[in-house]
């Protein structure tokens, strides 16, 4: 029998190797993912996919659930440089276009990651309608989740649903890098108090980006960070921050931080968080 989401229990690791799965489930292309989200999961899903985004709407009796996928964009895993660190300071900005009024809600002084919000303005009209059509057909809580860039997306796709007036159950990311700055997570730490929660393996790099310094970072992260797997014990990153001069990082720093970066991708796979949830207790 598939597990089910508790909806009374609050950041509970049963909750989270649900949604967790379903990031996985994510990955897959839609002839794969579709079944597996039904044997897995039980959740009758379809995936909506423009661009480099992609995700899963599904849903069944009693909760709906939407997954945004992780991305190597814009196209390749390098590409995730120019994102993360060498445009990190450039794409922190104000939010425009025709999202931007529902961003700057936030607050006159939040800021967000361009690329995370172009990514989002991309996919954003399928999703929304898909939730909005499975909604006024059976009203259920409605859970966001997301892994690696997808974490992002799902911390801001939250946040339109609320300002779209559709009721927001509970955020879980696992992964996600950070979406702007102290303004903006405090607006969204406000608005889902007690609802978003995000797991973090302190091997995982991704976490720690986007970031221009490693002395003082314009960015940050929401709150609740729950901690999965083993504490980092390398010295690696303070000996990179040792070196770094001023605010910004140099190239060489920069290419170092990358370095360091890729050797440890293999603590942000969404398989190697899962490796961390126990099989929940039956109840």
């Known amino acids: ?89 450039n794409l922190l900005m104000l939010p425009e276009g025709r999202m931007g009024t529902d961003f700057a809600a936030a607050g006159v002084q939040a800021r967000f990651h361009k690329g995370f919000m172009d990514a989002l303005v991309d996919i954003w009209d399928p999703v929304y309608h898909a939730v909005v059509a499975e909604t006024e057909r059976l009203d259920r809580p409605l859970w966001i989740t997301g892994h690696s860039l997808g974490g992002s997306l799902a911390l801001l796709a939250a946040w339109l649903f609320r300002r779209k007036f559709i009721s927001v159950h509970q955020i879980y990311t696992f992964g ?8 903006a997570t405090a607006a969204f730490d406000k608005t889902f108090a007690n609802r978003l929660f995000r797991y973090v393996n302190p091997l995982d790099p991704i976490p720690r980006l986007p970031t221009m310094s490693l002395i003082a970072n314009e960015f940050g992260h929401c709150e609740k960070q729950i901690d999965v797997g083993p504490p980092a014990t390398d010295t690696l990153w303070a000996e990179i921050s040792a070196g770094a001069v001023g605010s910004i990082m140099n190239l060489t720093i920069m290419n170092a931080v990358w370095e360091a970066v890729l050797k440890r991708l293999g603590a942000h796979a969404m398989t190697q968080y899962l490796t961390h949830f126990d099989d929940p207790p039956q109840t």
């Open 1 to 89: 029998m598939p597990p089910v989401l508790h909806q009374d229990a609050l950041g509970d690791i049963r909750n989270a190797r649900f949604l967790g799965l379903a990031c996985d489930l994510a990955y897959y292309p839609e002839a794969q993912g579709v079944p597996l989200f039904q044997e897995k999961l039980g959740l009758a899903a379809k995936m909506f996919s423009v661009g480099n985004t992609q995700a899963y709407v599904g849903g069944n009796d009693t909760d709906l659930v939407v997954a945004f996928r992780g991305t190597e964009a814009p196209t390749s895993i390098e590409g995730l440089k120019d994102w993360l660190l060498t445009d990190a300071l």
């Open 176 to 183: 996600g890098p950070m979406i702007g700055n102290a303004a």
